[in-house]
T-cell receptor, first 112, second 110 residues
Framework: DTAVSQTPKYLVTQMGNDKSIKCEQN?????MYWYKQDSKKFLKIMFS???????INETVPNRFSPKSPDKAHLNLHINSLELGDSAVYFC???????????FGPGTRLTVT | SQQGEEDPQALSIQEGENATMNCSYK?????LQWYRQNSGRGLVHLIL?????REKHSGRLRVTLDTSKKSSSLLITASRAADTASYFCALNNAGNMLTFGGGTRLMVKP
């Protein structure tokens, strides 16, 4: 069974469009995350979320918004896509903040 | 900086040799974690070492932590071609958020 899954795996879209990436975890974890990995492999936290608190990295543009319909899902919505948004986006989960994290396979977003 | 810095950035060794990667940081930490990322895949957690621990082992992996020097090392013994991957240290500090370094790209030649 896949622990943390993301869809789609690849996403190619044009500038200005709005898109969503879905994430689901079946580990029963309380906390989920979104990361952005750039072309140089640097991994940057975007959001941390549990059912009580959303922590946002202040460097993330407000065009990005996480939405959690329930504890097992944390989707990422991106409005008005820009070229610089092209990257690989990873979802992750952990039992609690600070614990080891389990990562999804990533979504490669290409904005043209 | 709040993120760890791995050294070296790239490492190439022969199968059977040991590989050592280092991570230095500047802030206090709650714990430090090492992850592996194979090409085109997500990160996989390897070891978590708490700030009051000095050494941990997991199979062929050995992690040390020196909080006085603010550094950690990951040793992979008897490396295999399958160990070829990028290895990241991640700091758990204030707010219990993880910040990742840029990684060490390890290539193990058969």
């Amino acid at each position: 069974d896949t622990a943390v899954s993301q869809t789609p795996k690849y996403l190619v879209t044009q500038m200005g469009n709005d898109k969503s990436i879905k994430c689901e975890q079946n580990l029963g974890h309380d906390t989920m995350y979104w990361y952005k990995q750039d072309s140089k492999k640097f991994l940057k936290i975007m959001f941390s979320y549990n059912n009580k608190e959303l922590i946002i990295n202040e460097t993330v543009p407000n065009r990005f918004s996480p939405k959690s319909p329930d504890k097992a899902h944390l989707n990422l919505h991106i409005n008005s896509l820009e070229l610089g948004d092209s990257a690989v986006y990873f979802c992750a989960s952990s039992q609690a903040r600070g614990n080891e994290q389990y990562f999804g396979p990533g979504t490669r977003l290409t904005v043209t | 900086s709040q993120q760890g810095e791995e050294d070296p950035q790239a490492l190439s060794i022969q199968e059977g040799e040991n590989a050592t990667m280092n991570c230095s940081y500047k802030t206090s930490i709650n714990n430090l974690q090492w992850y592996r990322q194979n090409s085109g895949r997500g990160l996989v957690h390897l070891i978590l070492i708490r700030s009051n621990e000095r050494e941990k082992h997991s199979g062929r992996l050995r992690v040390t932590l020196d909080t006085s020097k603010k550094s950690s090392s990951l040793l992979i013994t008897a490396s295999r071609a399958a160990d070829t991957a990028s290895y990241f240290c991640a700091l758990n500090n204030a707010g219990n958020m993880l910040t990742f370094g840029g990684g060490t790209r390890l290539m193990v030649k058969p």
